[in-house]
């Protein structure tokens, strides 16, 4: 009986190292469209209130998929232009990658 309970135990804590791990991709999927969404209305004339309701929708912090990454940035790209900012998808995404790393930074301090 002692093996089955170290079995048990041994999924249980991997369970928890997986939720653990999911939670914080969540939170800096977040923490990340945070600081664009603040990026881009300082940029523009877009109310940030809306922007970052956009931004920070569920959809995009739960999934993370290339195809809702691709969305996310031709979404920001096109706001841009429209406001006469105009940056190449390379450009963008090393912005991207520079918040992530910002909100990861802030998962490690918390």
Not at 3 to 15: E, R
Not at 73 to 83: E, P, W
Request: proline share 2%; net charge negative; with cysteine.
């Amino acid at each position: 009986m002692p093996i089955l309970d170290t079995f048990y135990a041994k999924g249980a804590t991997s369970q928890a190292a997986y939720r653990s791990k999911d939670e914080a991709a969540f939170w800096v999927r977040a923490r990340r469209n945070r600081l664009l969404a603040g990026w881009v209305c300082d940029l523009t004339d877009e109310d940030s209130q809306n922007y970052h309701r956009l931004l920070l929708d569920a959809d995009f912090a739960r999934v993370s998929t290339s195809a809702t990454e691709g969305f996310l940035m031709l979404k920001i790209r096109n706001d841009l232009m429209g406001f006469g900012i105009f940056l190449s998808p390379i450009q963008l995404q090393d912005v991207c990658r520079g918040f992530e790393q910002q909100a990861l930074l802030d998962l490690g301090s918390v």
